[in-house]
């Protein structure tokens, strides 16, 4: 038996070449929605940069989420007392500490799912704000050995609870 190759006809190719070219076309906007999305912390809206201003995150006067400990300068304060560091502490949810701490405590983000009854997809998404609101204050934490540190100066966990 010869197996014989027939072409479409001009007018189906055609079409084809139409959906072809029409699904780039949508997978690149996707794509394009995707990198332009950023997720916004609880409580606020996305600014959208102005023409030369830089993407990111930043400080931002007046900021809710932020808070600084103002203490006496350094002059004023007597010898005998101990000099605490003056850090900006992010304002964490509830909620974050939960995973924040849970996270620390367990072997891997699933744990941390299955342990607080949350989908991965929430932990991420709290891990991810946790984030954000430290690299907002200039204290970026991109690693979870970063974040323990974080934890730690902040007075959320001690080295004794790891």
Do not use: C, F
């Not at 189906?12 to 076309?25: F, G, K, N, Q, T």
């Not at 990111?56 to 300068?73: E, Y």
């Not at 560091?85 to 701490?101: G, Q």
């Not at 607080?116 to 979870?144: D, F």
């Amino acid at each position: 038996m010869t197996a014989i190759a027939h072409q479409a006809p001009q007018h189906l190719r055609s079409v084809s070449a139409r959906r072809d070219a029409e699904a780039i076309a949508r997978r690149k906007e996707a794509l394009a929605r995707l990198a332009a999305r950023r997720m916004p912390l609880p409580g606020h809206q996305i600014q959208t940069p102005r023409a030369g201003q830089p993407l990111g995150l930043g400080h931002r006067p007046g900021h809710p989420h932020l808070h600084r400990t103002v203490g006496a300068p350094v002059a004023d304060i007597p010898e005998a007392v101990e000099v605490s560091i003056d850090r900006a502490k992010p304002n964490l949810t509830s909620r974050e500490v939960e995973v924040l701490r849970t996270w620390m405590l367990v072997d891997s983000k699933p744990a941390v799912a299955q342990e607080l009854y949350i989908s991965l997809g929430t932990v991420n998404t709290h891990l991810t704000r946790i984030r954000a609101k430290y690299a907002e204050i200039g204290r970026p934490a991109p690693t979870k050995a970063s974040l323990v540190a974080r934890a730690i100066q902040d007075g959320i966990m001690t080295l004794d609870e790891l």
